[in-house]
């Protein structure tokens, strides 16, 4: 079982702030901003990397619950950034495929 799976099946506790059929978001341990949420797939694709065209609609569940979490912590019309660290390259830990949801400061371009 994934820390995300364990997380999903309150194994391990985490502030959770959605969920539904496919997907749940809970806020990140360690958050960079104001608003840090990781939405997650409740099936365990370890990164966007083994995603295929037959996960075309779960991959879009996360779109929209980032979407849906963002609107709801307030962060429209102001704004948001959504972000996948895939593999080791992009700084990714956690091998269970995740979004973060940032929002609730100003950010810059490039990120580092
Ligand atoms: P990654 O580096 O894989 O893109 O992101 C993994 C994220 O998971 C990190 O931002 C990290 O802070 C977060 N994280 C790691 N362990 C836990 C945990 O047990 N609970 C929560 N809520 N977040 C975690």
């Given at each position: 079982?994934?820390?995300?799976?364990?997380?999903?099946?309150?194994?391990?506790?985490?502030d959770i702030?959605?969920?539904?059929?496919?997907?749940?978001?809970?806020?990140?341990?360690?958050?960079?901003?104001?608003?840090?949420?990781?939405?997650?797939?409740?099936?365990?694709l370890p990164?966007?990397?083994?995603?295929?065209?037959?996960?075309?609609?779960?991959?879009?569940?996360?779109?929209?619950?980032?979407?849906?979490?963002?609107?709801?912590?307030?962060?429209?019309?102001?704004?948001?950034?959504?972000?996948?660290?895939?593999?080791?390259?992009?700084?990714?830990?956690?091998?269970?495929?995740?979004?973060?949801?940032?929002?609730?400061?100003?950010?810059?371009?490039?990120?580092g």
């Amino acid at each position: 079982m994934t820390l995300f799976e364990k997380i999903a099946a309150r194994q391990i506790p985490a502030d959770i702030v959605y969920e539904d059929e496919h997907t749940i978001a809970f806020r990140d341990l360690h958050p960079v901003a104001p608003i840090h949420v990781l939405v997650t797939p409740r099936l365990p694709l370890p990164g966007l990397s083994s995603a295929g065209t037959e996960h075309i609609e779960v991959l879009g569940h996360c779109l929209n619950a980032a979407r849906r979490v963002a609107a709801q912590l307030g962060l429209e019309p102001g704004g948001y950034r959504v972000v996948i660290n895939n593999g080791d390259d992009a700084g990714q830990t956690v091998p269970h495929l995740h979004l973060h949801l940032l929002g609730g400061r100003q950010m810059s371009w490039p990120p580092g």
